[in-house]
């Protein structure tokens, strides 16, 4: 797999055993940003009532993000980062399920370890936000 642009100064690259590596440019040198496996399962789960009314969204992270916290934040929460927390899963994934209004689109991004923010590899899109880099869109 090519390098390719993931936002604004970063890149993926293929790992070992099938890992996509997020690389961040600061200042010219390269550091891990986060890791996120190359699966075919989503780490989005969208679960509609029967009216479609609601949606009951399951966000995730794999366990490769090595984080010890992880807050989910946006449109839905006035962008608070800290009042949706993901629980930690026994295998160190992290999930959060919240009901969401159909009908519309929803940017909100991953807060790991209070200060790493991170967009969704599982969103259905991105917009650009006003920080000059993005953010994950969730439609519903």
């Given at each position: 797999?090519?390098?390719?642009?993931?936002?604004?100064?970063?890149?993926?690259?293929?790992?070992p055993?099938?890992?996509?590596?997020?690389?961040?440019?600061?200042?010219?040198?390269?550091?891990?940003?986060?890791?996120f496996p190359l699966?075919?399962?989503?780490?989005?789960?969208?679960?509609?009532?029967?009216?479609?009314?609601?949606?009951?969204?399951?966000?995730?992270?794999?366990?490769?993000?090595?984080?010890?916290?992880?807050?989910?934040?946006?449109?839905?929460?006035?962008?608070?980062?800290?009042?949706?927390?993901?629980?930690?899963?026994?295998?160190?994934?992290?999930?959060?399920?919240?009901?969401?209004?159909?009908?519309?689109?929803?940017d909100?991004?991953?807060?790991?370890?209070?200060?790493?923010?991170?967009?969704?590899?599982?969103?259905?899109?991105s917009?650009?936000?006003?920080?000059g880099?993005?953010?994950?869109?969730v439609?519903?």
């Amino acid at each position: 797999m090519p390098n390719s642009a993931c936002s604004a100064h970063r890149f993926h690259t293929p790992g070992p055993d099938g890992v996509r590596i997020c690389w961040q440019q600061a200042h010219a040198s390269f550091f891990t940003s986060a890791v996120f496996p190359l699966r075919k399962a989503r780490y989005m789960i969208k679960n509609y009532t029967k009216n479609r009314n609601s949606c009951q969204v399951t966000f995730q992270l794999p366990p490769e993000v090595h984080a010890d916290s992880v807050y989910l934040t946006g449109d839905f929460n006035g962008w608070d980062k800290h009042s949706l927390p993901m629980k930690r899963n026994d295998d160190g994934s992290f999930s959060l399920t919240l009901s969401l209004k159909p009908g519309y689109e929803y940017d909100y991004r991953f807060v790991i370890d209070g200060s790493r923010w991170e967009n969704d590899s599982a969103a259905d899109g991105s917009h650009p936000n006003p920080f000059g880099t993005s953010n994950s869109v969730v439609k519903v």
